[in-house]
Nanobody, 129 residues
Framework: QVQLVESGGGSVQAGGSLRLSCAAS????????MAWFRQAPGKEREGIAS????????YYDDSVKGRFTVSRDNAKNTLYLQMNSLKPEDTAMYYC??????????????????????WGQGTQVTVSS
């Protein structure tokens, strides 16, 4: 069955960096749109980055553009999120998501939660000032 397992979260001071990983299994990873979402306490889950089929392009939310980089290693079936220049407002639970409908990520819809039918359990990121 499809599984997504995130790792790499932790506590870091503002300005620091973390790299999250999402190990995927149970499907042909390279052929599907993947994304990272986050949810802070009391807030809705929001899309922050997506990676297109094959990993050739990505989309980002404005709040992380220029600081975060999403990438994938198709040989390892793993999605990554490199997070630099972290801010306290980046504190949240971070989730990996897979769109197994067979539709690529598109600029006007990649951040819609309803597009993703599989989710990981999340990894906590805490940024202190």
């Amino acid at each position: 069955q499809v599984q997504l397992v995130e790792s790499g979260g932790g506590s870091v001071q503002a300005g620091g960096s973390l790299r999250l990983s999402c190990a995927a299994s149970g499907y042909n990873f390279r052929w599907y749109c993947m994304a990272w979402f986050r949810q802070a306490p009391g807030k809705e889950r929001e899309g922050i980055a997506s990676n297109n089929i094959g990993g050739y392009s990505s989309y980002y939310d404005d709040s992380v553009k220029g600081r975060f980089t999403v990438s994938r290693d198709n040989a390892k079936n793993t999605l990554y999120l490199q997070m630099n220049s972290l801010k306290p407002e980046d504190t949240a639970m971070y989730y990996c998501a897979a769109d197994l409908r067979g539709v690529d990520c598109y600029e006007d819809s990649w951040s819609s939660r309803s597009n993703y039918n599989y989710w990981g359990q999340g990894t906590q990121v805490t940024v202190s000032s």
